[in-house]
């Protein structure tokens, strides 16, 4: 009775949480296509509020929303590391969903690391993925 219950509970669960992208959400990248992080350079040394400036070649900023070929819309990854490239991003990156270039932040003192991954109209990464570089920096 309980391994039935389970059985049933699990398959009532199993396909909300496996929410993978269908092939026709996926937006194709240029090969050519660029995302990089302007300022701050790696190894900068910066105060506690400072501007990541956003920078893009080969590709266009477009909202979240707006299915235009080449275009998505930046994600900044603070800290952590790169989200499953198959799915909409989450809340563990920082959604810049109104075709923002920078962002002022302000980051507590110490090392931090910084990234970028570009989003489809739908948050969901380029195939292939478009991402920066990552980049330590140093908060005074």
């Known amino acids: 009775m309980m391994k039935k219950l389970l059985i049933t509970v699990m398959a009532l669960i199993l396909p909300t949480s496996l929410v993978l992208a269908h092939p026709t959400q996926l937006s194709p990248s240029p090969k050519d296509a660029q995302l990089y992080i302007i300022t701050p350079k790696d190894g900068a040394t910066v105060k506690e509020t400072f501007t990541v ?7 266009g900023v477009a909202p979240a ?13 603070i800290d952590g590391e790169l989200p499953d490239l198959d799915k909409p991003m989450g809340k563990d990156v920082m959604h810049f969903g109104g075709g923002q270039t920078e962002k ?11 990234q970028l991954i570009l989003g489809n109209h739908l ?18």
């Open 53 to 59: 400036k956003f920078g893009l070649k080969g590709m």
């Open 65 to 77: 929303g707006v299915d235009k070929a080449k275009t998505g819309h930046h994600h900044l990854i």
């Open 104 to 114: 002022t932040l302000t980051l507590p003192k110490g090392k931090h690391t910084l």
């Open 123 to 140: 948050h969901i990464p380029h195939k292939p993925a478009v991402i920066s570089e990552k980049i330590t920096i140093t908060v005074e």
